[in-house]
């Protein structure tokens, strides 16, 4: 990969590349790590993207520093709910406090508030009503806070409320 990187800088200026893969640091050790070395290494001058929500428990100092050394500027990460203690019923990605240490992380590396944000999904199962769902996720996000939540319309479960056999699929 760091060979397709070189290529397209050197050759074609190109200075944004984007990771899709919200499972980028998975294993991050054998790949991701190694691919910021790299490009720390070779002096690269690029910029690396993560828009996908990337894995929150993954993110530590050393992740972070790498990243942020290898020309990380947007990151986005896998939250979804920042309602903790009804996390439960979906699912045990991440706690509070692996959030918030995964943002501080973050910080320390260098990565500002503008660069980091966290995907949080509106109107799940046991979630309270969404008007107060955005005022509790800016609580419970502070370390990002004023730069997220960022708003995004136009999710899969929009249409729900249009379809009653989804909605009561989605809900069981």
Known sequence: MIDEITFWHRYHNVTDFVFYDDALLVDAENHALVIFEEIIRTGLKIRLHTPNGLHIRKIDDQT??????????????????????????????VNQSEFHRAVSSLKRAGFRGDQIGAYLLVGLPHQPVASRAGKRAEADIGPLHPHSPHRHVGSRLRGLALRPRLRSDFYQ
């Not at 790498?66 to 979804?80: D, K, S, V």
């Open 64 to 93: 972070a520093r790498l990243m942020h050394q290898a020309g990380m500027t947007t990151l986005r990460l896998g939250l979804e709910t920042s309602d903790f203690q009804t996390r439960t019923h979906m699912d045990r990605k």
